[in-house]
């Protein structure tokens, strides 16, 4: 990213702090206590795992030579930073050295922990399109409502509010002491979240400051020097923090109350 750009970056950032700031101090994070807080917030945070990789696909179609025949499409930093995370997404290394997809191993994570998973399983199957989702009995109305507001940003937006979106407002939004409680439950649970602790520090580790570097990039050049598109890239990325701020309050709305967290 030029230093050009870096203005805009910092801009944008400026104007979504007060969304980032409720996201990273969200009272859900000191919540969660227990194996079944844990469970609780799986359930709901599945539908994040599973719509994230259509908003990368999205942005892999607009940005990327997908359509026949070939052609050399925009940016190839922007290319690269596409294709690479789609690679890490769709088939990243699993714990014993194999290939699975994020999504594949969070499922995996929600049945070691002792999840159901065979209706959202169901309702993933047998999704056949943005607006033609699969059978919601059952599922919880936080994360529904998550998959209804990220596909209606993946049918409406143009390709610098997905940008913007998909780097300010997927990435680096859950912080060091969820990690930190997350590894002490492991610890006394040996066996119940290792797959769960697992993902979230290949998460960690395949967004890293390279992606973050490039994915400002990415937004950089697709905002360009249009101030409209960088107000409307806020809108979106603000929009984005509030929807996951509802899945956070529905997860907490759905916690088995505990004393200690009275």
């Known amino acids: 990213m030029t230093n ?4 805009s970056i910092d801009r944008l950032l400026a104007d979504v702090a007060p969304q ?44 990327t030579g997908m359509h026949l025949p070939w052609k050399p499409v925009g940016d190839p930093e922007v290319r690269y930073l ?13 714990p014993a050295g194999g290939r699975i997809s994020h999504f594949e191993l969070y499922i995996r994570a929600m049945k070691e922990a002792g999840v159901e998973t065979e209706a959202f399983e169901q309702y993933v199957r047998a999704s056949e399109g943005l607006g033609d989702l699969g059978p919601s009995e059952g599922l919880p109305p936080g994360g529904l409502g998550f998959n209804q507001n990220t596909f209606g940003l993946i049918q409406r937006a143009e390709v610098h509010e997905l940008a913007a979106v998909f780097t300010l407002g997927r990435e680096d939004l859950i912080p060091d002491m969820f990690l930190r409680m997350v590894d002490t439950l492991d610890r006394a649970m040996p066996g119940r979240l290792s797959t ?7 998460h960690i580790e395949v967004d890293g400051e390279h992606h973050k570097h490039l994915a400002y990039r990415m937004t950089a050049l697709a905002c360009g020097n249009d101030e409209r598109r960088w107000q409307e890239a806020a809108v979106a990325v603000a929009d984005a923090m509030e929807a996951r701020i509802a899945l956070w309050d529905a997860v907490m709305a759905a916690l088995p109350a505990q004393e200690s967290l009275t």
């Open 20 to 63: 980032r700031e409720r996201l990273l101090a969200h009272p859900l994070y000191k919540s969660i206590q227990t194996l079944e807080h844990v469970q609780v917030f799986m359930a709901h945070h599945a539908f994040a795992v599973w719509d994230f990789m259509s908003l990368v696909k999205a942005l892999q179609v607009q940005l």
């Open 196 to 202: 769960f602790k697992y993902y979230l520090e290949r």
């Open 4 to 7: 050009s750009n870096q203005p």
């Open 82 to 94: 596409i294709n690479e995370i789609v690679l890490g997404e769709e088939s990243d290394e699993d």
